[in-house]
Each structure stands twice: as structure tokens, then as C-alpha cells.
């Protein structure tokens, strides 16, 4: 929209002001003027009409009637005078001043001034009026009735029924009158034209120094506020109210800035709070927008910063859709989230720009849009969102950090051995002393040094295997070693328990193609979980047979079972129910991973209270096919 400049429109409306009043003043200039001339004409052709009605009276009486047209034609020789002519009450013309009217009936003459009369109820006033005649021009015509009087009545009647004898018509040029009138006009309106420029140059000047640029000064400085320049201030000239209302705009200018200051101050620590936060985070408005979102989040959706998130669409983040999500579809916390539900946790697939998937668990809640607020009105919707592959990934660390709950059975499996080769080297020692001779019990203690070193290495190098990190390429690995192994790390904490301990080993000795240390935590897991379900004691049982082409793991025990109503989250990150509450929910999790890593299933067989079995499937490493499909 162009812009429509203040000055222009002062300009317009100052000249358009003036120029009215202006014309208004000439146009009744001119309406008084004229009635001025045409009254002081009327004056001066009255008293004519009256010196030449006396003299007509005269003639009249002396019945000199070549006197009278002597007079009539005398008065029409005068300069200003068109014509003058007598009329009787019929308006037939008695006398004129030219010749060849004489007779006529002008009748039309008596109707202009008096259209309603009759020879009767003629007026008895003088009467004078502008009119155009039909051969052009302008005249100003007087109607001056010669009333009846005493002396007239012997030859008109009697005044009642003849109150007029007959009217002086006299018609005047007007031209004089309106050129006059013109010529005073246009010297009044060259004079009004001076006065009106001098008076608009001088109003322009005063508005234009005292308004129209403090205006224009405002103006500039408010669009510059407007385009974020808050360093924008108006100079302050002068002590008038356009001085003050750029001091208060300063005022303001100055407020803004230093609240924008403010605002992005804490901005920039909410954000630098939430980035710190590990998880993803971002706050979503009432209309499907990002309000604010942190790195995390942003390395989620595969973006560079969290500053690109803002204002975008969460289900076009999400889900890559132009539309907002179907509720019944999808779990939207602004569909869903209410005062009787303020809070939602679900799980979310997020689809990213590349075409990738990310699994994620998301806990949102309602943040009033205002302190105090009411939930029902418009609020905010706050989204933690934990990435589920980061959440399973089992590091090394995480390795260490498991293979800590074994330290107290392998400090025990570690301490007897090693008190046994003690007591050996005090009785070498003793023997050494008393005697240089007795070998063969010296070799005894030493033998049995020996043994017991070896039952240390064997369940160091146990305990290694298990926290070493995984190989990137699989191995073949003999199943039933692999459980002995690992379940002779936990026989302390077992035998502490009261729990007995089953192996139904297929003597086949079935072997797979995975990584030894993960097959190793996979039983760890299973049969602390079976530990963890045994809380007064009860019997682990281990089984491995070979089933066709793959080869079946399963682990049972008498526990408290599961619950059906848990039944379906037993392997969802996080979920834990054990009796002692120190679980971390990740045990499942990662044992299912793990499994699936390697190209195996795991399911629950069993689950009720006294017997729960988890059964393993993995391709069989000595099956052909299996073999040929890997190797492809």
C-alpha cells in the first residue's frame, strides 16, 4: 500500500480550506455587492422616478401631454437608460421613449413583478429587478405605480376602485453594474489570493518546523523500532507537547530495549538449561507449533541447531505430515492431555527427514500459558522425549556396571582358593625348616598351589570374557560352555539364596554364530532375573537342545511368575518389577536386543506363579543353509 505522505494531505487540506473560504467569501461578496449597486441604483431611479412622476402628475393635471412625452423621451436619451414607458393598469403602453411601442399591450411587464394582480390590486410600492430580455443582454427595470389621487379621481374614479392611474416603467443598462461588480471582485480576489499564500506559507512553515517534523523524526524511529533496532531514539527539540511525546517515546524506546534485554538473557539461559538436559525436550503451543526445542531433541530429528525447530509443525517434525495428526491414530498430548489427565507417557516412532526411524518414549504435560492459569484454558504442551536406541545400547561401561552384582560371588570364589594356597606355603615353609629332606610332602603343597591358582585364573579369565567389549564379526560359540561358564560366576550368590541349580545340556555340545561375551550377558541376565524371581529360594533349570535347524535355549524357574497384566511390558525400556524395587528395566530390554542382534528370538513360554521359562531360538551353526545364508 503506498504510503500516503502527511505534508501532501496537510497541503490539499490547508489550499482546499482556504480556497473554499475563499470563494465562499467572494461568492457573498459579490451577492452583497450586487444587491448594493442594484440598491443604490433603485435609490437613484426612485428619486428619478419621483421628480419625473411629479412632473408627469404636472403634466398630467395641466393636461400637457406633449410635455409628458417631451419629458419621457428626454429621460430615455439619458446615459444608463434603455427605455421608459407609462402603462396604464391594462398595461397598454400610454408613453414611451420609443415611439413604436406606443399602444402596444405589455401586460407581461406588470406580471413580472406582480404575477397575481389585477388592475385593482396593483401594488402601490415601487418595485426593482434584474431580468434578461429576450434579445440578450441585462437590465435592471424599476415598476413605479402613479397612485389615484384627489385632484386624478375627477377623470380615473374613485382610489378604491382605481387606487393606481398608471406605472412608470424605466429600464436601466446593467452591464455598468455588473462589470463594476466583476471588476471589484477580481481586485478582492487578487488581494484574497496574496493573503491566502501568505497565510498558507506561513502555517506550512509553522507546521512543518513544529509538527510535520517531530512527526516525520517519530515516524522513522518507530519503524526502525519496528524492523528490531531498538537502539532508535527521536531527537527532542524544544519544550512543547511534540518535544514531550518524543521524550515519552525515548522513554519507551529505552524500556523495550532494555525488556528485550532482559527476555533474551533468560532465553538464552532456558535455553542453555534444557540443552543440558540429556533427553530431548520442546514445547509445543496450542496451534501445533515448536515453541522452543533443545540440542537433544534437534539431534533426534536429524537437524543442525534447535533454532531451525521453531515455529515448524510437530506432527511435520514427527511424522513428516502436511496435516495435523489423527487422535484416534496417534497419541497427540493436545488431543489427549486435560485437568482430569495432565500428564500422558507413550511411545513414538520418529520419522525423520532422511527416511530413518527413531524409537522414542515421550512424557508430556500441560504448561499453563500463565501463572495461575486454569488447565482448561489455553496452555502449553511440554514433551520430554528419551531416545529408546541410545537408552538399550549396552555399552562397556554398562557391561562393568552389571558384572559389579556379581563381585561379591567372585570375591568368594577368588578368597578360598587363594586361603588355601596360604595355608600350603606356611606348611612349605614349616617343612622347609624342620627339614631339607621331605620332598614329597613339599611337592603335595605345591601341587595343590597349583590347582587353586588355576581355579583363580579360570574364574578371572571367566569373568573377563564377559566384560570384555563385543567383536564387530561373529564367532562360533559353543552354547553349553558358554552357560557353565557363566553360571559358575553366580553359584555364591545362588547357594546364598538357597537355590538350587539344573543343567539339561544337549551332548551334541550345539554351537552358534554370535559374539561369546553377548551370549554370555544374555544368560547373565536370564538367570539373575530367575535369582531376582526366587526371593525365599527355589531351582533354576537351564536346557539347550537342537530343534531342525536352529538350536533352543530356555531357562526356567520356580518363582513368583508374571502377572498377564505386565505380561506385555516385561521388555519395554525401563518397565521393572522386582520384589527388592532396584531394578533399572533395562535387563529385558537389552537381552532382547542382544538376541536379536544376532538373528535369534526370544519368547516367554511360561509365566505362571512356580514355573516361568524363557525360550531362545538362534540358528544352528552346524546347519548348512544357516552356515551359507551367513556367509552370504
Known sequence: MPTQHLSRRFI??????????????????????????????????????????????GAMLRRDLPGLRDIISDLGKQEGVKEVMILNPA??????????????????????????????????????????PSNGGELLRTFHPVRNKPECMQCHGSAA???????????????????????????????GAVAVLFSAGAAWWFMRRYVLQPISSLDTASHALSQGNLAARVPVRGKDEMANLASTFNHMAERLQHSHQVLQSREQFLQGLIDAVPDGVRVIDPYFQIVVANRAYAEQCGVDSAESLRQQYCYKVTYQRDTPCPPSLRSCPLATLSAEQPTLKFMETLHREDGSLLSTEVYAARLPVTAGADL???????????????????????????????????????????????????????????????????????????????????????????????????ELVEVNGVIRETLSLLRFEREQQGIGEALQLDSSNPRILAADN???????????????????????????????????????????????????????????????????????????????????????????????????????????????????
Open 12 to 57: 490539499v487540506f490547508l489550499f482546499g480550506v482556504l480556497g473554499l473560504v475563499s470563494v465562499c467569501f467572494l461568492l457573498m461578496f459579490y451577492y452583497f455587492y450586487s444587491a448594493q449597486i442594484a440598491d443604490e441604483r433603485t435609490q437613484a431611479s426612485h428619486s428619478v422616478s419621483l421628480l419625473l412622476k411629479s412632473s408627469l402628475e
Open 91 to 132: 398595461g397598454e403602453v400610454r408613453f414611451a421613449s420609443q415611439p413604436q411601442r406606443l399602444g402596444q399591450i405589455e401586460a407581461a411587464i406588470i406580471q413580472q413583478f406582480c404575477p397575481d394582480c389585477t388592475a385593482a390590486s396593483l401594488p402601490l410600492e415601487p418595485v426593482t429587478r434584474f431580468f434578461t
Open 161 to 191: 376602485s382605481h387606487p393606481v392611474n398608471g406605472i412608470l416603467v424605466v429600464d436601466y443598462d446593467a452591464a455598468p453594474i455588473r462589470e463594476k461588480g466583476w471588476v471589484n471582485i477580481l481586485m478582492l480576489t487578487g488581494a
Open 376 to 474: 482448561e484454558s489455553e496452555c502449553l504442551v511440554v514433551e520430554s522425549v528419551r531416545d529408546l536406541d541410545k537408552a538399550v545400547q549396552y555399552s562397556h561401561e554398562q557391561k562393568l556396571a552389571s558384572l559389579g552384582e556379581l563381585a561379591a560371588g567372585v570375591a568368594h570364589e577368588i578368597h578360598n582358593p587363594l586361603a588355601s594356597v596360604r595355608i600350603a606355603l606356611q606348611a612349605s615353609d614349616q617343612i622347609l625348616d624342620t627339614s631339607q629332606e621331605n620332598v614329597t610332602e613339599l611337592k603335595d603343597y605345591l601341587h595343590l598351589v597349583d590347582e587353586q591358582v588355576e581355579q583363580c585364573l579360570n574364574v578371572t579369565r571367566r569373568l573377563m570374557k564377559l566384560g570384555t567389549l563385543a567383536s564387530g564379526h561373529p
Open 518 to 632: 553377548d551370549l554370555r550377558m544374555i544368560i547373565l541376565n536370564l538367570a539373575q532375573n530367575a535369582f531376582h524371581a526366587m526371593p525365599a529360594g527355589g531351582e533354576l533349570r537351564v536346557i539347550t537342545r537342537k530343534q531342525g535347524a536352529t538350536v533352543e535355549i530356555r531357562v526356567e524357574d520356580s518363582g513368583t511368575g508374571i502377572p498377564d497384566a505386565i505380561l506385555a511390558h516385561i521388555f519395554d525400556p525401563f518397565f521393572s518389577r522386582r520384589h527388592d524395587q532396584r531394578g533399572t528395566g533395562l535387563g529385558l530390554t537389552i537381552t532382547r536386543t542382544l538376541v536379536k542382534q544376532h538373528g535369534g528370538q526370544i519368547q516367554v513360554a511360561e509365566h505362571a506363579a512356580g514355573k516361568t521359562a524363557f525360550v531362545l531360538h538362534f540358528p544352528d551353526a552346524d546347519d548348512v543353509p544357516n552356515v551359507a545364508q551367513e556367509a552370504a
